[in-house]
């Protein structure tokens, strides 16, 4: 199990407890942070906010200690990008320039345990610089007695989602998904690399966004495990991860999410990129509820059924990514190693990935797919 991190606020001086067990299905037991005595005599830092909150509970605006971008406060809104994790995202423009905001709503946020897990994604998008991951760029705090919200800036993609371009133009040939799954896997390689490990814990097509050039970034950590419980209480227990079901890992539905949780919702994400819909067919035709689906795919024996354009190195990819046994499933810098993810130009339009011929030669594929035998790579035994 990967050990994963619950953070204070920047600038206070914290002892961290990491808790590297899984915990039992059904409930959720994370780690603690501890503040030290000295942390009461540290100075506040002149572009934050410092509240007394000794005479009762402050309110949510003043309890959240964040330094803010002055040059954001300029901003003007335009139309609505969709809904993240926890908040609406919109078009900003702030002196001449475009940007995505996420909008939180404050007033719902209830406790410090919250307020701390929102500082958490925050002080994760300040470090996460990489071309596969959306930027974060500052944020602010909206002051208004009627809506008060913690503003989130970040880089704006105009092109959209892979979900949004699947729905316009359908789903894309091997080659397009074979480049999107290397750049997929380039950005979890980077998260699951940080110290702390940082988990995505909701990659699908929604949250991976192209840019103008067509390539690939991961958005939205909303769903990391610090903020799960935050999720929770904004969206309402279960319907927080309707929209996300069908790529869920089994582990993650009994909250053991770890790094190769994230590899097979990237399988999820090549059938979805394959075939323009959602995994699980099966489950979908049923039109049974969030929870008999969660049930079904806990208890299940296989994963997603693999769809039949999948053929060669993409079939022999998702074979070893959904594998119910998460100890089993390679890592991301693992599969950047298989044929359908390396960068090698050779292995994009090989025979193994062709519709013609396949059944004859599905043995040689497997066997090729990492460039030798598989049997050979301890991390799939």
């Known amino acids: 199990m990967d050990p994963v991190l619950r953070a204070a606020p920047t600038g206070v001086d914290t002892q961290i407890v990491i808790e590297e067990g899984s915990t039992a299905a059904g409930s959720t037991a994370t780690p603690s942070v501890k503040q030290s005595a000295a942390a009461a005599d540290t100075p506040t830092d002149a572009s934050t906010r410092s509240v007394d909150t000794s005479a009762g509970r ?10 803010e971008d002055s040059r954001l406060r300029n901003w003007k809104q335009g139309e609505s ?125 929604a949250n991976i966004l192209i840019d103008t050039h067509g390539d690939a970034k991961l958005a939205d950590f909303g769903a990391s495990h610090e903020m799960e419980a935050l999720q929770s209480t904004l969206t309402g227990g ?12 089994p582990e993650v539905v009994a909250y053991k999410a770890g790094r190769r949780s994230d590899i097979w919702s990237l399988g999820c994400t090549v059938i979805e990129m394959i075939t323009a819909e959602p995994p699980w067919p099966n489950l979908r035709k049923e039109k049974i509820s969030v929870t008999e689906t969660l049930k079904a795919i806990v208890e299940g024996t296989g994963g997603p059924p693999i769809p039949d354009v999948a053929t060669g190195h993409c079939k022999h990819f998702l074979e070893h990514v959904l594998v119910r046994d998460h100890t089993k499933r390679p890592y991301a810098r693992d599969l950047m190693a298989h044929r359908f993810a390396r960068q090698d130009p050779s292995a994009a339009t090989s025979n193994h990935d062709r519709q013609d011929g396949v059944s004859s030669r599905s043995s040689a594929a497997a066997t090729e797919a990492w460039g030798s035998s598989p049997a050979a790579r301890p991390e799939l035994s």
Not at 58 to 65: C, K, L, N, T, V
């Open 238 to 249: 279960i319907n927080s991860i309707e929209g996300s079901v069908y790529w869920m890992a």
């Open 58 to 67: 402050a309110s949510p605006f003043e309890r959240i200690d964040i330094e």
């Open 81 to 205: 990008l969709g809904r993240g994790a926890y908040g609406e995202v919109y078009k900003a423009m702030v002196a001449g320039r475009f940007m995505a905001v996420k909008k939180i709503p404050l007033e719902r946020i209830p406790a410090e345990k919250e307020i701390n897990t929102l500082l958490h994604e925050i002080n994760t998008l300040k470090r996460l610089k990489h071309p596969r991951i959306v930027r974060y760029i500052g944020c602010i705090r909206q002051d208004s007695e009627e809506d008060p919200a913690l503003l989130i800036f970040l880089e704006y993609i105009p092109t959209g989602s892979i979900k949004t371009v699947l729905q316009k133009f359908g789903a894309y040939g091997l080659g397009l998904a074979r480049k999107y799954t290397r750049q997929i896997l380039e950005g979890l390689e980077f998260l699951h690399t940080q110290k702390p490990v940082i988990i995505h814990r909701d990659v699908k097509g």
